[in-house]
């Protein structure tokens, strides 16, 4: 069974950083897609970004693109979210999902697993 556990989110003013984890257990880590999305108060979660399980592949959200970088290292078996420029906007509880899918990684609906969420504010 997959399991996921994200750390790293806290409170930040507007323009700092943060760097998420997500830390999985699992054997199929290093062929799985990962993908972060974000759920902010009343509102649906969305996509933020998704990498393949080699790394070569990666997407970012229209809204992140060029703030946010993905990255993982498949030997700690763990993803990360290098979040820079943080708006008050960027405020919501993050989660980290894994996908086999080979293609539509924004797509909650394809992701098997799920952490339990941190939570990122941005205060202004």
């Known amino acids: 069974q997959v399991q996921l556990v994200e750390s790293g989110g806290g409170l930040v003013q507007a323009g700092g950083s943060l760097r998420l984890s997500c830390a999985v257990s699992?054997?199929?880590?290093?062929?799985?897609?990962m993908g972060w999305f974000r759920q902010a108060p009343g509102k649906e979660r969305e996509f933020v970004s998704a990498?393949?399980?080699?790394?070569?592949?990666?997407y970012y959200a229209d809204s992140v693109n060029g703030r946010f970088a993905i990255s993982r290292d498949n030997a700690k078996m763990t993803a990360y979210l290098q979040m820079n420029s943080l708006k008050p906007e960027d405020t919501a509880v993050y989660y980290c999902?894994?996908?086999?899918?080979?293609?539509?990684?924004?797509?909650?609906?394809?992701?098997?697993?799920w952490g339990q969420g941190t939570q990122v504010t941005v205060s202004s």
């Open positions: 999902g894994t996908t086999a899918a080979r293609a539509g990684w924004n797509k909650e609906d394809l992701y098997n697993a």
């Open positions: 699992g054997r199929t880590f290093s062929t799985n897609a």
């Open positions: 990498i393949s399980g080699d790394g070569s592949t990666i």
